[in-house]
């Protein structure tokens, strides 16, 4: 496995990782946030691009405010209000999302944080620890996320933690995919299948409002493949109010064992993505509000210029009884599989 510095983050020093296999597809990752900063994949005759929109350098990645290719826990998503009762206490979060909580921490969240990374089984494992409240969940835990490339041209990504308290425990990457290769152009010309038969409604400050809705007869409907752009600007509340997709499908077949959720492919459909997950939601972003910034080797990142289909239990499940929990602690470990497979 490569290893070589990426740069210094209050004097420590970060590095980059290269895993790969056989077929030359290979992932950079980072000890600074978890990151993917590279993911090279590839096409059907075999040639790879790297299709994970990212920085060239560490310094972008100290703000990286749309949380390109990083960790994000304890909890992803949204968590409404910035609150949540657990065990009949309430904590509090930070609001950063127009009074609501956003991925945990903007500044102090994993995927601002330099994590222990060491080689293990062909792959790299990372780990990192927070005490009890930080952040404002409760329980001292530690974090592990697995990252290997498969001879069968997966990204495979496990996650673990343990805490002696419970707590909510939501992990997901936030990696954002263009097939054409970063900085070639938007992805609405990519086709997408979600598997997933329902999603779950937001308002307007993108929290569920706790109903599950059926895909049928809307432009949520992704059972069959569609163009991304297809239906993107549909007359339909639920886009209006988000600018486009951003919403949290309900996978069908959620029985805690890993299955196919989702394919993607771009316009050619030279290069396809399958993704695999035991978990029951996934947050398909089509980078609505991505604005032009200065990406990896040169090119620019603008509108669209990249989505993310983040596993996930599903946003403000401490605040609805109704979804799946997210409760784990010392009786309940938090494990979960997600593999990107390119075929």
Sequence with gaps: MKKELFGTVQGRDVYLYTLENSHGMKAVISDFGALIVEL??????GETADVALGYDSLAPYLDNGCFFGAVIAPN????????????GQEYRLSANDSGNNLHSH?????HKRIWEAKEENGGLALTLSMKDEELGFPGNRTFRVFYEVTEENGLRIVYDADSDRRTILNMTNHCYFNLNGQGQGDIMGHRLQLLASSYTPADAGSIPTGEIAPVEGTPMDFRQMHAVGERIDSDFDQLKIAGGYDHNWVCDGFDGTVRKIAVLENETAGRVMEVYTDLPGVQFYAGNFLKPERGKAGKTYDFRSGLALE???????????QFPSSVFGPERHYHTLTEYRFV
Excluded: C, H, S, V
Excluded at 40 to 45: L, M, T
Excluded at 106 to 110: I, V, Y
Excluded at 311 to 321: A, F, I, L, R, S
């Design 40 to 45: 090279w994949a590839p096409d059907r005759e």
């Design 311 to 321: 596993t996930q239990y599903y946003p403000d499940t401490p605040n609805k009884p």
């Design 106 to 110: 903007k500044d102090l969240g994993a």
């Design 76 to 87: 992803a998503n949204r968590i409404g209000k910035a609150r949540f009762t657990l065990d």
